[in-house]
């Protein structure tokens, strides 16, 4: 039976027992991320991932913590999506999404994934952090409180807290700034835009966050956002309107390409050999590839190299689907930031561009765990061009 998810992909509320198609074998296992080498079985890949839930749904198995784990292991990089030969690809990710949602209301999650939710909805943050401290990486920056400029930048909450995505946000406000974008932060009246949030299956703690940024922007008037960060891009582009959240959405190498097409930002030059990870809610889950690749193109002297997976089949950090926060995918040498970095290194790049603070992140203790510090780097497509301008 095929599936359906009317408009609001993260408001998922559909029931599971029609969702899994019925008559169809499920996905190649070895597409997307290819977790089945990791963890040795093949349920943690998406084919056997869809024949579990299925036995789940028909009452053929329990759940249980090696189930709830194994749910809880796709990073929602959509690779499967790409790869899936039947009708109902465009739904996998949605189906793991969904099978959690009945995790999360039966109250039957992991422990990371329970102590995320919480800290969310106790703090409007993971990190456990006051919300008086979300706006404090601005200091010492030209970047203003938001105050009916033309843009909302919109940091989120690694980019609020983390202290290498602070740099990262300090990096792209300041060249939105010298660049002359009239633009504004909420600073501690910002909160999580929630993309994790249902990504993890928590759907109504999800709508209620949705809720309050539409209200909060609504009532500061606010029409044009720009994103640090895919995720929040990817949760205010497609999940907001179907809750009445109408803005135009950009994330910041959309605008910084705009910036350089525009010679409103030059560029001098910076000679390195440079490779772009895609993040997957940039890239697969909205379509944007060309926009990092025309800044880093921009760029005198710089030399751009593809990894093998690139674009739509650009292999994911191991961040994503909340992995970030909750690690559920563990180390070890088939972890994704790790083969991420041993393909960087193949590609012959000295350093890894990204456009994303939680890829950055990833691929940073990626690269620490390979023991490759000494021969690449991860730098921001914002911390690039501040290094090329003049
Ligand atoms: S979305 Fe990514 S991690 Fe999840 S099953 Fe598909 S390929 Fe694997």
């Known amino acids: 039976m095929r599936i359906l998810f009317t408009g609001v992909s993260g408001a998922v509320t559909a029931n599971l027992r029609v969702i899994i198609p019925t008559s169809t074998a499920p996905p190649t296992a070895n597409s997307g991320l290819r977790l089945n080498s990791k963890f040795r079985f093949e349920t943690y ?90 706006g404090k990486w601005a200091k010492g920056t030209p970047i203003e409180t938001y105050d009916g400029q033309e843009y909302l930048f919109y940091v989120g909450c690694v980019g609020s807290y983390d202290e290498r995505a602070k740099k990262i946000a300090a990096t792209v406000g300041s060249l939105l700034v010298k660049a002359g974008v009239s633009m504004g932060i909420l600073g501690e009246k910002e909160t999580c835009d929630g993309n994790e949030v249902r990504a993890l299956g928590e759907a109504g703690l999800f709508k209620v966050l949705a809720e309050q940024n539409i209200e909060s922007f609504n009532k500061l008037g606010v029409k044009k956002i720009i994103t640090l960060d895919p995720h929040a891009f990817n949760s205010f582009k497609n999940d907001y309107p179907g809750l009445g959240g109408e ?79 909750t690690d559920i995918l563990g180390g070890g040498e088939d972890s994704p930031n790790r083969i991420r970095a041993r393909e960087a290194l193949d590609a012959g790049a000295g350093i890894i561009a990204v456009a994303c603070p939680q890829c950055a992140k990833m691929l940073e203790d990626g690269i620490k765990t390979e023991e490759l510090d000494d021969r690449l780097k991860v730098m921001d497509v914002a911390e690039i061009v501040m290094q090329a301008m003049p």
């Open 45 to 134: 890949a998406p084919g056997g991932r869809m024949w579990l839930i299925r036995a789940w749904l028909n009452d053929e198995i329990k759940t249980s913590d090696r189930f709830q784990e194994i749910l809880y292991s796709c990073a929602t990089c959509a690779n499967c999506v790409e790869h899936c030969v039947f009708t109902f690809s465009e739904d996998l990710v949605n189906i793991f999404i969904a099978a959690r949602e009945e995790l999360v209301n039966e109250g039957i999650i992991p422990p990371p994934v329970r102590d995320f939710l919480k800290n969310i909805n106790v703090n409007g943050n993971p990190y456990k952090e006051p919300a008086n401290e979300r």
């Open 247 to 325: 803005f135009e959405v950009y994330h910041y190498t959309q605008v910084l390409a705009q910036l350089i097409r525009s010679k409103k930002i030059t560029l001098k030059g910076y000679k390195a050999k440079i490779t772009y990870h895609d993040p997957c809610y940039l890239g697969r889950h909205n379509g944007e590839y060309k926009a990092p690749r025309e800044i880093l193109k921009s760029i005198p002297g710089l030399e751009l190299i593809e990894m093998d997976r690139n674009g739509e089949n650009a292999f994911c950090c191991g961040g994503g689907g909340g992995n970030f926060f």
